[in-house]
């Protein structure tokens, strides 16, 4: 039973750390002083999003992709390839930026929302392509991946759009 749980939390991982976000982010919330703003906590969900959801999640992804290319393809239902290391070093690089902008600016997390968000929305087109041209229903192609590829994205725009209408009038992005 444990090796099954264990086998679904790490081949679901963008979910794990999704889950991981939201419960860290419960807990900064809970931690404040009272009484919470409603910017306080859009901060704090913000702020674990990107750690979670970006950083750490790109770098899982960055190392699958790399150095566990045959498992990643063969999840998501593709032949090995030389894309993999391709794949693997964006999201070194949207980790990265995660990673910085967790706990920054605005204007950091923006940027560190944006380019991954982009990123999994295309894979989602990707992933209708593939069921419907090839057949692709792999757990990695069309399982929860596909809806977290447009959820999770989604609910970092909405975050970010959140945070910059709490924003005092007159403040500049920084």
């Known amino acids: 039973m444990i090796k099954i749980v264990i086998a679904a939390v790490i081949s679901n991982y963008v979910l794990t750390f999704f ?3 939201l419960i860290a ?3 900064a919330i809970a931690r404040m002083p009272r ?3 409603s910017a306080v906590a859009v901060d704090k969900l913000l702020a674990w999003y990107v ?3 970006i950083g750490f999640m790109y770098l899982v992804n960055f190392v699958f992709h790399v150095f566990f290319g045959r498992i990643a393809a063969a999840f998501i239902g593709w032949a090995d390839s030389p894309f993999q290391v391709e794949v693997g070093t964006a999201s070194l690089g949207f ?3 995660g990673f910085i902008a967790a706990f920054a600016s605005f204007d950091r997390r923006l940027v560190a929302v944006i380019g991954p968000g ?3 929305l295309g894979a989602a087109v990707g992933h209708v392509q593939q069921m419907v041209t090839t057949h692709n229903f792999a757990p990695g192609n069309a399982g929860i991946i596909f809806y977290l590829d447009i959820l999770i994205p989604l609910l970092g725009f909405v975050l970010l759009w959140l945070q910059y209408r709490q924003r005092r009038p007159g403040w500049a992005i920084q």
């Open 19 to 21: 889950v991981i976000g």
């Open 25 to 27: 982010s419960a807990i």
């Open 35 to 37: 009484p919470i703003s």
């Open 51 to 53: 750690l979670l959801n």
């Open 95 to 97: 980790a990265v930026a």
């Open 118 to 120: 982009i990123f999994m």
